[in-house]
């Protein structure tokens, strides 16, 4: 039930793509534009793939950064600078430069404060990355975590919290 979206700049390969699409069966599922990938709206993607150079990822990166949270974007070899991989893989046994596969899932936007029942929750976002404090019962302590699609989970004052971004709301699990 999956449907595809190709966008290529090269007409060539436009062709090349839908020509492939029909020997393998899969025509009425997948379609290719000749468009320019910064010009493009690929905002309903759910996955996005990618074979693009590093200087274009990164060109591209603030774009892939408001789609939905969720999204997972998988870049075959090239990174995203300093955004991290949440996950990374090669198959044993390739022999060529083009093996690493790098998946990123778009992350819900948390930075600020929060008003929780625990405390007041103040959190910096690097990409998926969490850094901040835990203001509860007079004390302040440093706070550590990740965000995971509109998952987040820190550990702060020695206990691990798990919660769900809902629009711009950070609730508590």
């Not at 899969?26 to 150079?53: C, H, N, P, W, Y």
């Not at 300093?82 to 790098?102: I, M, N, Q, V, Y």
């Not at 936007?109 to 019962?137: I, W, Y």
Request: with cysteine; hydrophobic share 40%; glycine share 10%.
């Amino acid at each position: 039930g999956a449907r595809a979206h190709g966008i290529e700049y090269n007409p060539d390969m436009v062709e090349h793509a839908k020509r492939s699409a029909q020997k393998e069966g899969v025509a009425g599922r997948a379609t290719f534009a000749k468009a320019d990938l910064f010009q493009s709206d690929f905002s309903e993607a759910t996955v996005i793939t990618m074979f693009l150079l590093p200087e274009i990822n990164l060109k591209l990166r603030p774009k892939i950064l408001n789609l939905k949270p969720g999204t997972r974007i998988v870049s075959n070899t090239f990174t995203m600078g300093d955004w991290e991989a949440d996950a990374t893989d090669s198959p044993k046994g390739c022999d060529s430069s083009w093996c690493t596969a790098l998946l990123w899932i778009v992350p819900a936007k948390v930075a600020g404060t929060h008003k929780l029942p625990q405390g007041e929750l103040v959190l910096k976002q690097q990409f998926q990355m969490l850094s901040g404090t835990l203001r509860a019962d007079g004390r302040t302590v440093p706070v550590e975590g990740k965000v995971n699609g509109e998952e987040v989970s820190f550990r702060a004052g020695g206990k691990q919290y798990r919660g769900r971004v809902k629009g711009k709301t950070l609730e508590l699990i």
